[in-house]
């Protein structure tokens, strides 16, 4: 090893060490601040936001196919108007609503809150004035922040699939009023940041199940706030652990360690 | 293609130990068993004796892509040896500890976080009661790891964070408490007859406390009025009754508290995230229940508040004597066992660096007046230690390299060259190696004159990387479009190398990435001629590009994504290279221009992964079809004018050709297909393929010996290398089988009394034991012969046979030519008979044949002639022979250095081999040279994770079912199938009669070899010379001679077919570039 490479060495081990004392702390106390942020926008009570927000909304589809008026309180729609056209008998109406006894909750929001919790939690727990003395113990901390702000964006973007008679069984649409008939049922869920209302109408044709859908969606402002947070929190994440894998070739860097042993290739 | 097949796995562990950071432990109630999960997702099983608690890894199970959060037991039953794992991606497994067998495999969307294993009345075993990231418990049976039911909330329902099943001392029905993270504390009641059917299951009370983000909730067992809730900053005790707190236990300055539970009714254990258990006394009059003698029912200290001596005191600490750093919290486990009839309470911790370690917590449970007690553990081992221990330690697949006063070179990358038989492996001086596979594996494995050898076997040395090689590819291998000659190289430099194999040449280096290069892999072979010539390379930069071999220069930088890239499809008929991102972002790139079409987020970017993948199978399922997709992806007008826009002539032509191809859909047929990939229907007895439990580590090698290539093989060797003799001698079969048969019938009644037994089951079985017999050797009579076993006996008796009856002609003398040339036939008749039954009954059998020791001695000693045989008898296979070596001695112990070993495991549930399949060079897995591993794309989605973790082959990781490996030792006695179980009897008897085969001595002779070394600018090769010698052509004759009686005889059969080309790759040399140069 010649002497620029021992100085290269010794440069990124300063480095690595200034990453570790300063830069981890400073990443951190922002993501802190971003998730808090983010945390704010939710409509349930989460890290010091008291809120159980309500929300209007109409759907609508466009050839007048249904319509829908939508109170969102919180996670759960806490009153609903619907009324879609059933397909086959063309001037048939079905009208049904969610009122206060029997909200629809939107299990998708309180998922995404939980992670969120989950992931401010992992900041939380590292002490301001905590030394940290090796890179694994910063990767471990962010390899579970990744994950969860990863799940709490997947629960919002990517609406879990159900089978057709799953929702059916389901308790929210059993708190429907009135009961819709059998061959009926109605969905709501959130994807990306729009709150998105489906009918679902069950027919049988030759012996064969069919499903016929119509959906009506609408934006949902803080979702898209949401999400915008939480995908600079995800990359903010990476970043730093970009960051910290380009000194993970120097395996035997840990803090006080720069005097002793240092083999490099 | 046959779907089943017996493989055998030999793992080359090498001087390190895999990184085991511990995410879950579990110590069965026997104290037989302790089983560990990590972080990678591997669970090791640990044998444990129950009396010293010493503890000796034993197998490695793969099988999960995340880290496993729950480890639980499946059944009531002590000797059950099932567990349940769990990880974060919502994969769950039911294991045998046993053979380490997966036995069920689900993938839930709901995550648990954790699992209690509970026996409810009214069920025949237990039931796994589990919460996580969900708002319902759910109920599974742990062998069909089916949800039974679940639990759910009316009042404030959200996730669980913790739960409690208990059944209280005066009721019939269980009760299950569970607390949510935002502190709703709910107790359902259950009866037993619960399904899934049934109305939604409510919680009977529910009551809010002020407890938020519990992380353990338990029930008291000896008063059932009280219940400790930890949470992170303080633990609590409660009333059962009325959820008041009685008191609470603040957690040290610097640590969290993870878990906790009750030692006696006024004694608890607390452990914290620094791996240290806290030992507490809890105040008696805060306590309530008739346990507390000193209480009395409404003691007005109850809800006063809370004064010094109230408050609980510490007593004891579990602590280890040296606090090292850890780099995450420990998993930790309060478990109580019963050893004849013993009980004994231990804490058992795991931690990052796979410590793991066991307190007694019974030493530490009673209170010392007036000071605080400090205990070590009683047990403290790791996977390194276990390493430390063995000596010799363990074999890496280069050892011969590494010299103990040097510092070792790790292993990083390798792949190996099916059809030349060499195995490459890059290392972490930037430094590669090629050497043949079969010379490096026996010189590990085998005792003999060759390992006093200098520099044995001769080797390759690539030099142009600075610093670690990250991966190699062979594109040739994948596709034969490419270039016979080209490796290709990615190092942690920075650098794609491209090296002739022939002359060791660095012929070119790209340095088109800002990132260590990740992996490399071969687009699909329908993109356009230019792209055909392009290997993919992926960077840690999250760049990808497509470097152009021929033209030598990047053809496309792929740069914009921001997250790691972990997959790579393709849309060849519309030049799109659709990559996906760690985030779930797609980014769809044009291949010729390098223009980014599109980044797609959410459900679209889900949809259009998924496309490719259906895209592909249609095309490679027949006929091109259009109209299947997505997003009017494939509409060819609309991709036209987007061809035209971008100036993209070959989408253009792309979509003007499949605009043709839909007007003549009709006139398609099946034959319009891709071409045929090339020809992998010969099954190889040996493939090498390397292995890391994290990405960080050096590589092992696992050998997958396939038994029937390996039977086949040394069939094909056993006839070519009979003289015309022997094969008359052993024509003699049916003659002498009755002269035989009495004489050793009245020589061992014992003996013959097994014989007939087995004598149903196999006609000529009976007469190679009873060949065996009259050696003295009591193998059959040991009783261990099942109808499993015996093919392989088989085939080690029928080289016996020949053995034998060589003999015998010798001694009588009395044989007539006439006989002697009908049962020429015969005996390849039996040949042929004795190879399908082997083949059959190995493939129907593949699962018995796990787990018993006898077979996994038989199957070493097949691999151990397979590599004696091909390392010294090979003619020719890679143009390359050994010189001067005499057929090396037979007493080899390869069970001896076999260090950490063998299991086998069957690849029945892998999807048969399907055109499809072959479409997986797109995906960024790692190439994988033989038909086992190739594996439909849509067989798992979860290949992101797999790819993050790019450390483990995904043929490996995503296999249907897992796999194990496992450790074994013969220094290290008693952890594993030592001679206990091995019936030495068996043993020897192989060990006594290889000796005597009819195999023909070589009069060949080393010859000194000279060293050239050629150095171009930046590349060293190293050449290793010998002479022809003059064994071979005398060889050779042989063969052919051999070659010609079979061809005269029409009773060869499909076996014999299949190993022909074979023969014709020993005479004619496949790669001439590893040709000695003389």
């Known amino acids: ?199 679902y109408q069950l027919s049988s044709v030759h012996g064969t199940m069919r ?53 490099l290739n | 293609m046959p779907g089943t097949n017996l493989i055998v796995p030999v793992v080359l562990w090498g001087k390190h130990a895999p990184t085991h950071c511990i995410s879950s432990v579990y110590l069965s109630r026997d104290q037989k068993t302790l089983v560990t999960g990590c ?10 004796d129950p009396e010293t608690l010493k503890m000796t890894p034993r197998c490695l199970l793969v099988g999960h892509t995340a880290p496993v959060t729950c480890l639980s037991r499946a059944s009531i039953i002590q000797d059950n040896n099932f567990i349940v794992s769990s990880s974060e991606a919502g994969e769950m497994c039911t294991w045998d500890l046993v053979d380490g067998k997966c036995r069920e495999s689900v993938k839930l969307s709901q995550v648990h976080t954790n699992i209690q294993a509970y026996h409810m009345c009214n069920s025949e075993d237990l039931r796994l009661f589990c919460n996580g990231y969900y708002a319902e418990i759910l109920i599974m049976d742990p062998f069909s790891l089916e949800i039974l039911f679940s639990l759910s909330s009316k009042m404030n329902p959200d996730w669980i964070s913790a739960l409690h099943v208990l059944r209280p001392s ?47 909730l338990n029930c008291c067992a000896y008063n059932q009025r009280t219940v400790l809730i930890v949470c992170a900053k303080y633990c609590q005790i409660y009333d059962a009754g009325d959820f008041s707190v009685l008191c609470s236990i603040q957690a040290p300055s610097g640590e969290r508290w993870m878990s906790g539970d009750f030692l006696a009714p006024d004694r608890v254990l607390v452990w914290s995230t620094e791996g240290k258990g806290y030992l507490y006394k ?76 066991l307190w007694n917590v019974d030493d530490a449970a009673q209170p010392q007046p007036g000071n605080v007690s400090s205990h070590a553990p009683i047990v403290l081992t790791s996977l390194e230690m276990a390493w430390a221990e063995m000596n010799p330690s363990p074999v890496g697949i280069l050892d011969q390299f590494s010299h103990p006063d040097e510092p070792e070179i790790k292993l990083t990358a390798s792949i190996y060259l099916l059809a030349a038989n060499r195995l490459v492996v890059g290392r972490d001086d930037g430094s590669i190696v090629i050497v043949n596979a079969t010379h490096t ?32 590819l062979y594109p040739h291998h994948v596709h034969p479009r490419y270039d016979k000659a080209h490796l290709v190289s990615g190092g942690i430099d920075f650098a794609v190398c491209l090296w002739d194999l022939f002359s060791g040449a660095l012929l070119h280096r790209f340095c088109v990435h800002a990132g260590e290069i990740t992996q490399l892999i071969v687009p699909p072979q329908n993109c356009s001629p230019r792209i055909q010539k392009c290997i993919c390379s992926v960077a840690s930069d999250h760049s990808v590009t497509l470097l152009s071999l021929s033209e030598r220069k990047c053809v496309t930088l792929a740069s914009r994504h921001l997250f790691p890239v972990v997959t790579i499809k393709w849309r060849p008929a519309d030049d799109f290279m659709v990559v996906g991102c760690s985030d779930g972002t797609v980014y769809v790139w044009q291949m010729e221009t390098g223009h980014l079409d599109r980044v797609l987020h959410g459900m679209i970017a889900e949809e259009v992964l998924a496309a490719c993948d259906e895209t592909l199978s249609d095309e490679l399922g027949g006929a091109l079809t259009s109209g299947t997709d997505l997003q009017g992806l494939a509409n060819p007008a609309v991709h036209f004018f987007r061809g035209l826009r971008h100036r993209n002539l070959t989408a253009m032509r792309a979509a003007t050709q499949r605009g043709l191809a839909a007007l003549q859909a009709a006139e398609r047929g099946a034959g319009a297909g891709p071409l045929a990939e090339p020809a992998r229907a010969r099954r190889a007895p040996l493939t090498v393929q390397g292995f890391r439990s994290n990405p960080a580590d050096p590589e092992s090698h696992i050998l997958f010996f396939d038994i029937e290539g390996l039977i086949v093989e040394l069939l094909s060797e056993e006839y070519s290398a009979m003289s015309p003799a022997s094969l008359e001698a052993a024509g003699l079969i049916t003659s002498e089988y009755k002269k035989v048969a009495a004489l050793t019938q009245s020589a061992s009644p014992d003996a013959a009394k097994k014989i007939s037994d087995i004598d149903n089951y196999r006609t000529l079985l009976p007469l190679t034991l009873s060949a065996s017999a009259a050696d003295s050797v009591t193998a059959p009579s040991s009783g261990r012969f099942d109808q499993v076993v015996s093919p392989l006996i088989y085939f080690h008796a029928f080289k016996k046979r020949i053995d034998f009856f060589g003999r015998v002609k010798d001694k009588a003398g009395d044989m007539e030519r006439l006989l002697k040339e009908k049962d020429k036939h015969g005996i390849l008749a039996k040949m042929k008979e004795g190879a399908e039954t082997m083949q059959t009954k190995l493939q129907a059998k593949a699962d018995q044949l796990k787990g018993h020791a006898d077979n996994k001695v038989l199957i070493a000693f097949s691999i151990q002639d397979f590599l004696e045989i091909k390392a ?155 002479e022809p010698n003059e064994g071979n052509d005398l060889n050779i004759n042989y063969q052919l001679e051999f070659k010609y009686k079979t061809e005269s005889n029409n009773q060869i059969n499909s076996k014999e077919e299949s190993a022909e080309p074979e023969k014709l790759s020993h005479t004619l040399p496949i790669y001439s570039y590893f040709q000695p140069v003389y």
Not at chain 2, 39 to 48: A, F, K, P
Not at chain 2, 301 to 310: A, E, S
Not at chain 2, 930 to 938: A, D, R, V
């Open chain 2, 872 to 1026: 010294s008898c090979n003619r020719n296979i890679d143009g390359s022979q050994i010189c001067g070596k005499e057929k090396p001695a037979r007493d080899k112990r390869m069970l001896e250095r076999v260090d950490l070993i063998v299991d086998s495991y069957d690849i029945e549930d892998e999807p048969s081999l399907k055109r499809s399949s072959l479409s997986t060079e797109g995906s960024l897995e790692r190439p994988i040279l033989t038909n086992y591993f190739y594996q439909p794309l849509s067989v798992k989605n979860d290949m992101r994770k797999i790819l993050e973790k790019a450390s483990l082959p995904h043929s490996l990781r995503s296999r249907g079912r897992n796999f194990k490996i496992l450790f074994f030792n013969k220094y290290n006695k008693g952890i594993y199938l030592l001679p206990g179980i091995i019936p030495k009897t068996v043993y020897q008897n192989f060990k006594g009669n290889y000796g005597k085969l009819p195999t023909k001595q070589r009069t060949t002779r080393r010859t000194r070899k000279t060293k050239r070394t050629k150095t171009t600018r930046t590349t060293k090769t190293t050449k290793l010379t010998r």
């Open chain 1, 1 to 199: 090893m010649n002497d620029n490479e021992k100085e290269e060495a010794a440069n990124l081990k300063e480095e690595f060490e200034w990453v570790l004392r300063e830069e981890v702390h400073a990443i951190l106390h922002q993501l802190h601040s971003v998730l808090v942020e983010c945390a704010h926008r939710f409509p349930v009570p989460l890290y010091g936001n008291e809120g159980q927000k309500q929300d209007k909304f109409i759907l609508t589809s466009q050839p007048e196919q249904l319509k829908c008026i939508v109170t969102l309180t919180g996670d759960s729609i806490t009153h609903a108007d619907i009324s879609f056209k059933v397909l086959r008998q063309m001037h048939t109406i079905c009208r049904t609503s969610i009122n206060q006894d029997g909200p629809w909750k939107l299990q998708q929001i309180q998922d995404a809150a939980n992670h969120l919790q989950q992931a401010i939690g992992y900041i939380d727990n590292v002490d301001k004035h905590y030394v940290f003395r090796s890179s694994e113990e910063v990767l471990h901390i962010i390899q579970c922040l990744l994950g969860s702000l990863q799940r709490a964006r997947t629960a919002l973007v990517l609406p879990k699939k159900k089978a057709i008679d799953e929702l059916m069984k389901s308790r929210n649409m059993k708190a429907l009023s009135p009961n819709l008939p059998e061959d009926l049922a109605i969905s709501f869920y959130i994807q990306s940041h729009k709150l998105i209302f489906v009918a």
């Open chain 2, 441 to 472: 594996v026996q010189l590990q494995l085998l005792h003999g004159s060759h390992q006093q050898l200098d520099d044995w076997p001769p080797h390759q040395l690539l030099l142009g990387h600075n610093g670690r090689v990250n991966c190699l």
């Open chain 2, 170 to 216: 005066s009721r019939k029905d269980d009760v299950v408490l569970a607390i949510s993270i935002t502190g709703t504390v709910k107790v359902w009641s259950l009866l037993g007859h619960e399904n899934k059917q049934s109305e939604p299951i409510y919680e009977n009370e529910s009551k809010q406390i002020r407890c938020l983000n519990a992380l353990s």
């Open chain 1, 211 to 263: 499903i016929d859908s119509c959906q009506a969606d609408c934006a949902v402002p803080w979702l898209s706030d949401v999400l915008f947070m939480l995908t600079a929190a995800l990359h903010m994440c990476q970043q730093l652990k970009d960051k910290l894998c380009v000194f993970s070739q120097y395996k035997d860097f840990t803090v006080g360690s720069r005097s002793a042993s240092m083999i």
């Open chain 2, 282 to 357: 809890l105040p008696a009059n805060k306590l309530r229940g008739k346990a507390i003698s000193s209480s009395v029912p409404d003691h007005k200290g109850f809800h006063g508040p809370t004064v010094d001596h109230d408050s609980p005191v510490l007593f004891s600490i579990l602590a280890h004597p040296d606090n090292k750093l850890l780099s995450c919290p420990p998993a930790m486990r309060f478990v109580l066992t019963s050893v004849g009839g013993k009980q004994r309470r231990l804490l058992l911790r795991g931690d990052s660096a796979g410590v793991v370690s």
């Open chain 2, 39 to 48: 972080y990678d997702g591997q669970i090791c099983i640990w044998q444990v």
